[in-house]
């Protein structure tokens, strides 16, 4: 038979795991999933290489959410180790496949445990956790369906950005804005926070550093609602990123302008052709006006502009000529698809 004490003792550890059970009902889990749950308010964290930070990222956002799960990218640290000891969820890519790649998985197992706010942020220690509960808050105000932690909005502190990344930014800004007409101030923050209704609307396909610019090309498509709160940043992180800031913007600006001419071919296209097509004529009429007027009348005509004029006007013409065919085209297929929705 038990004494006494014994009793006391197994009843008051019963009791601890009756405890821990309750308050971590969300978080039952295995390395590939967790069980669903109603009401969640979860951040998702894509995870490469990242064993020097992510510890402390996930303990410093666990007083805000419910749960932290962390997509390992293929790491071949021990960074998926360290954050579920901290208590995150952690979902395996077999090999590196991109920040796109993570997110979407992220979305996908946030749809499938019905999780009503998602808070994305990186783990290498950039984005401040403390940051959570004011994104949070503009989220619950009403048509509010995406959130995103901007650097650039009047009273954000961006002392710290260094120069090359400011100009970098402003450029994509301007790219992204005129495709997607949402004026963001910070395309490429990586701290957004979305509603269920986002979840579920949002779909993209893309892997790598071009998904940041897709969603938003979706929530103007979508009409999905965003707004921008100010975050703080920290650039003295031991590992800031594990691209270029040249190979991402490279690849950032790319997408951007390839979406821009799909959806602005005249913009794209047209404009360029237009300024090419002037500058072509102009050189031709200075090459035309270049005359020896004190040499008994003789003309001299200077072969090189004139090469260079006829090289730009015909050059401004191709492009001028492609903005209009792909603007037609963009416009009649749009009718199509109109028609045909419209006999359904």
């Known amino acids: ?90 979902h395996y890519h077999r090999a590196n496949r991109g920040y796109g790649a993570a997110i979407r998985s992220i979305f996908r197992i946030a749809r499938e445990k019905n999780v009503d706010k998602l808070v994305i942020l990186d783990s290498d220690g950039q984005h401040q956790p403390e940051d959570i509960p004011a994104v949070l808050a503009e989220l619950d105000k009403e048509d509010v369906d995406v959130v995103i932690g901007s650097r650039f909005i009047d009273n954000s502190d961006r002392s ?33 926070a979305f509603t269920k209704r986002a979840l579920n609307l949002l779909a993209f396909e893309n892997e790598g550093m071009e998904s940041t610019l897709e969603v938003l090309d979706q929530c103007k498509e979508k009409e999905i609602n965003v707004e921008e709160v100010p975050i703080t940043v920290r650039y003295d992180v031991p590992k800031s ?11 950032v600006l790319t997408y951007a302008l390839v979406s821009l001419s799909h959806k602005k071919p005249m913009l794209v ?58 603007h037609g085209a963009r416009t009649l297929m749009r009718r199509v698809v109109l028609q045909r929705i419209r006999s359904l």
């Not at 990123?241 to 690849?251: K, R, W």
């Open 241 to 251: 990123s594990t691209y270029s800031a040249f190979g991402h913007g490279f690849t």
């Open 269 to 326: 296209f047209g404009l360029p052709g237009i300024g090419l097509l002037v500058s072509g004529t102009t050189i031709g009429l200075g090459m035309l006006n270049s005359v020896e007027e004190l040499t008994d009348g003789t003309i001299t005509l200077s072969v090189g502009p004139g090469l260079t004029g006829a090289w730009l006007s015909m050059l401004g013409l191709s492009l001028v000529f492609s903005g209009l065919v792909l």
């Open 1 to 90: 038979m038990f004494g006494t004490e014994k009793i006391v003792k197994y009843s008051k550890k019963f009791t601890l795991l009756l405890h821990r059970l309750y308050t971590n009902r969300f978080k039952l889990c295995t390395m590939d999933g967790i069980e669903s749950g109603t009401g969640l308010t979860m951040v998702g964290m894509p995870m490469f290489n990242e064993e020097e930070t992510v510890a402390s990222v996930v303990v410093r956002c666990l007083p805000y959410v419910d749960e932290v799960l962390c997509v390992d990218d293929g790491s071949s640290d021990s960074c998926s180790r360290l954050a579920a000891r901290a208590g995150a969820i952690i």
């Open 160 to 192: 710290s950005m260094p120069m090359y990344r400011r100009l970098g930014i402003s450029v994509i800004n301007t790219a992204s804005n005129l495709t997607s007409d949402l004026g963001v101030k910070d395309t490429q923050s990586g701290f957004r």
